[in-house]
């Protein structure tokens, strides 16, 4: 149990296109979920914290008009990714917070690509 | 505020030999403690975690951890490696209430060599 999903698992878009990723907790309801990005081989750095159908709230210094997060329900959170450019590739991470043991569960993660 | 140290970047290993990756943190408040792994262009995986009890954690796969409150650590061990275990082991805390947001060591590259 406690499996989350994310999709799609690699995209490439255009410089100045917007790309939406999905993740979604697909056997429990996830009360919070986070947005992560990480870069080469380094750590995750959280983006944002999402709780169902309230604003997310976002860590200092991440863009909330670049980085769009929706979370329309119990098992859906969105990032959108507005007018991408080269430099916001990177690999996206998001868990879910909920499930047997109240722990977070990460999402296998979205590699964005910007050309 | 509330951190994660990992000393070490890269910790090469042989087969079959023990392993201690360390994790260090500083809080001023109650913590729960975790160790994910991440094979290459893949996403997290929850290896084992410290949320209260006994100090001593175990995994399924040989790994275990300790929880070290007057230490303020939470270091990895396993006592034969294998190569499968060649991966990138990050550490992280949340905290008993509040946002449950995760702090996230820098992570240490395990590298198992035959």
């Known amino acids: 149990g406690a499996v989350v999903s994310q999709h799609p698992s690699w995209v490439i878009c255009k410089s100045g296109t917007s790309v939406k990723i999905e993740c979604r907790s697909l056997?429990?309801?996830?009360?919070?979920m986070f947005w992560y990005r990480q870069f080469p081989k380094q750590s995750l750095m959280l983006m944002a914290t999402?709780?169902?159908?309230?604003?997310?709230?976002?860590e200092q210094g991440v863009e909330k008009d670049k980085f769009l997060i929706n979370h329309a329900s119990l098992t859906l959170s969105t990032l959108t990714v507005t007018s991408a450019h080269p430099e916001d590739s990177s690999f996206y991470i998001c868990?879910?917070?909920?499930?047997?043991?109240?722990?977070?569960?990460f999402g296998p993660g979205t590699r964005l690509t910007v050309l | 505020a509330q951190s994660v140290t990992q000393l070490d970047s890269q910790v090469p290993v042989f087969e079959e030999a023990p392993v201690e990756l360390r994790c260090n943190y500083s809080?001023?408040?109650?913590?729960?403690l975790f160790w994910y792994v991440q094979y290459p262009n893949q996403g997290l995986q929850l290896l084992l975690k410290?949320?209260?009890?006994?100090?001593l954690v175990e995994s399924i796969n040989g790994f275990e951890a300790e929880f070290n409150k007057s230490q303020t650590s939470f270091h990895l061990r396993k006592p034969s490696v294998h190569i499968s275990d060649t991966a990138e082991y990050f550490c992280?805390?949340?905290?008993?209430?509040?946002?449950?947001?995760?702090?996230f060591g820098t992570g240490t590259r395990l590298k198992v060599l035959a």
């Open positions: 868990s879910a917070r909920g499930g047997p043991s109240d722990t977070q569960y």
């Open positions: 056997d429990f309801q996830a009360t919070t």
């Open positions: 999402s709780n169902e159908g309230s604003k997310a709230t976002y």
């Open positions: 809080s001023s408040v109650s913590v729960y």
């Open positions: 410290y949320l209260s009890g006994s100090t």
């Open positions: 992280a805390v949340s905290w008993t209430s509040g946002t449950y947001k995760y702090i």
